[in-house]
C-alpha cells in the first residue's frame, strides 16, 4: 500500500510517501480501506518527538479515520466488508476494570491510533474490531474523519468533567482549533452561555456562526478583562483549556467562585504557574482530561446523525501532501480540521 511515514524525527520534511506494507490483521481485527484521515496536534508531536514517548520507526500517523471495511474475519457479526465506518481512535484493553466501568480513556494499556499504534496516513489500516462504528449515512468521509476525537474529548470534558448545563457561562480557550470548534457547539447542546476566544476577526465570525454568544481577540483583547466585563466582574464558570503555559494564569482568574477548569492540552507549553490561593479561596476544581470513552464517542455519533453538531472542515489534502497540511496546522491558519483524503 501507499503511506506516508516518517523513519527520524524532525519537521514536516521528514514525512515520505512511499510504498509500505499491507498491514495484516489478527482475527480480534478489521482491516479498513481508508478514505479520509483528519489531522491532529498529536501528529504533529509524534513528528517532532516527544521526551519519553517512544514512537516506533517507521510510523504512519493519524487518528481520525473514515474509511470502508475491506476485511473482517468470519468470526465477525456486526460489520461487513463494504460497510462504511468510523474507527474509534481511542483503544483500551476491554477486560480491565476501567475499561469495563466505561472509562477506558483511563485504562492503563490505552492506546491512541495513529500514535501508539499505525495510522490513517496510509490507503489501509487495521483496527480492533470492537474499535469499528458505523458513518452516519448523511456524512461524508471527510466531514465524518473530522469530528471523533475532538468532539469526543469536548464531551468529556465539558459533560463528564465540568457538568456544564443551562445557566453557565463557559470560557473557550481558541475557538478555531479542533477542540474549540467541538466545545463552542457542545456548551451551547448544553443550555450554556458561551465566551470564545479567536485570534482574528474571520475566525472570531465563525466562532460566533457555530453559537458563541461573544468572541474575544485573543492578540488584540485582554481576555481576563473582557470576561470580568462580560460576566459583571463575576467570572466563567467553566473554563475550556488546551491552550497550556500562555493562558494557564488567566484561565484560573477568569474563573468565578466554585468554577471549574478543565484541561487536555499545553499546546504553548506544559510549565504553567498556578497562584494556589485562586484554588482554594474561590473553591475552584481543576480537571485533566484525556480522550474519551467510547460510550461518550457513540453519543457524539448520534448527536452527528441527529445533525445537532455540526462537522467543520477546514480544508482537504491528497494523502501525499501530508507535509503540506501539517505546515497548515503548525502555522494556525485553519478554522476547523484539516482533513486527508485517500
Ligand atoms: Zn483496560
Not at 9 to 36: C, T
Not at 230 to 252: C, F, M, N, P, Y
Not at 297 to 307: I, P, S
Request: proline content about 4%.
Amino acid at each position: 500500500m501507499k503511506a506516508v511515514r516518517f523513519h527520524r524525527h524532525g519537521g514536516p520534511e521528514v514525512l515520505q510517501y512511499e510504498e509500505a506494507p499491507d498491514p495484516e490483521p489478527s482475527s480480534d481485527e478489521a482491516l479498513v480501506r481508508v478514505k479520509a484521515c483528519a489531522l491532529n496536534h498529536l501528529d504533529i508531536w509524534a513528528r517532532n518527538g516527544l521526551p519519553k514517548v517512544a514512537i516506533q520507526m517507521p510510523h504512519i500517523s493519524g487518528s481520525d479515520i473514515t474509511g470502508i471495511v475491506e476485511w473482517v474475519p468470519p468470526e465477525e457479526k456486526v460489520f461487513r466488508a463494504g460497510d462504511e465506518v468510523i474507527v474509534n481512535p481511542g483503544m483500551g484493553c476491554g477486560r480491565c476494570d476501567r475499561c469495563l466501568s466505561g472509562r477506558d480513556d483511563q485504562c492503563s494499556d490505552y492506546k491512541i491510533i495513529g500514535y501508539g499504534t499505525d495510522g490513517g496516513y496510509a490507503e489501509l489500516v487495521r483496527a480492533r474490531r470492537t474499535n469499528l462504528i458505523l458513518k452516519p449515512r448523511g456524512m461524508t468521509f471527510e466531514e465524518a474523519a473530522s469530528f471523533p476525537l475532538v468532539f469526543e474529548t469536548a464531551y468529556h470534558m465539558l459533560v463528564t468533567k465540568a457538568r456544564a448545563g443551562p445557566g453557565d457561562t463557559v470560557l473557550v480557550l481558541a475557538a478555531n482549533s479542533g477542540v474549540g470548534i467541538a466545545a463552542v457547539q457542545i456548551a451551547k447542546l448544553l443550555g450554556a452561555r458561551v465566551i470564545a476566544t479567536a485570534g482574528d476577526a474571520e475566525k472570531a465570525e465563525g466562532a460566533r456562526r457555530l453559537g458563541a454568544d461573544y468572541t474575544v481577540d485573543h492578540y488584540k483583547q485582554n481576555v481576563l478583562k473582557e470576561v470580568k466585563e462580560l460576566t459583571g466582574d463575576r467570572g466563567v464558570d467553566v473554563v475550556v483549556e488546551h491552550v497550556g503555559k500562555a493562558t494557564w494564569e488567566g484561565s484560573i482568574k477568569a474563573l468565578a467562585k466554585g468554577g471549574r477548569l478543565v484541561t487536555c492540552g499545553a499546546t504553548t507549553g506544559a510549565d504553567a504557574v498556578t497562584d494556589l490561593r485562586y484554588i482554594f479561596s474561590r473553591e475552584l476544581s481543576v480537571y485533566g482530561s484525556y480522550m474519551a470513552g467510547l460510550g461518550e464517542l457513540l453519543k457524539v455519533v448520534k448527536l452527528f446523525d441527529q445533525g445537532r453538531l455540526k462537522a467543520v472542515v477546514d480544508s482537504v489534502f491528497p494523502l501525499e501532501r501530508a507535509g503540506e497540511a501539517q505546515e497548515r496546522m503548525e502555522r494556525s491558519r485553519h478554522f476547523g480540521k484539516i482533513v486527508l483524503k485517500v
